[in-house]
């Protein structure tokens, strides 16, 4: 069985950093996309970060702030979120494709096959 979990949300206060980990289990995602989505209250999921193969893509509202890395031997990728702004507020969810993903399909949730439960990230202005 497969399972993501995250860790490392928490309270930052706005021009602060946090740091996401997400570490995997019951099977290794090589290649494939393993990134970051996040949906605050009455939203909808959005699109963060993802990594796969040689391939890293940002959201327009992340880029030059967040950092995502991926260590496979451990199977495990991070987000590294600096310069935070109240708006960064909300949920954030480790996703993993077991397919290959292409082109505009890394932006979707349902391209994504596993999911973990979340963690929670509030900025405070």
């Known amino acids: 069985q497969v399972h993501l979990v995250e860790s490392g949300g928490g309270l930052a206060q706005a021009g602060g950093s946090l740091r996401l980990s997400c570490a995997a289990s019951g099977r290794t995602f090589g290649n494939y996309a393993m990134g970051w989505f996040r949906q605050a209250p009455g939203k909808e999921r959005e699109f963060v970060a993802t990594?796969?193969?040689?391939?890293?893509y940002y959201a327009d509202s992340v880029k030059g702030r967040f950092t995502i890395s991926r260590d496979n031997p451990k199977n495990a990728v991070s987000l590294q979120m600096n310069s935070l702004k109240s708006e960064d507020t909300a949920v954030y969810y480790c996703a993993a494709a077991s397919r290959g993903v292409s082109g505009s399909g890394y932006f979707y949730p349902h391209k994504y096959d596993y999911w973990g439960q979340g963690t929670q990230v509030t900025v405070s202005s």
């Open positions: 990594m796969s193969g040689g391939y890293i």
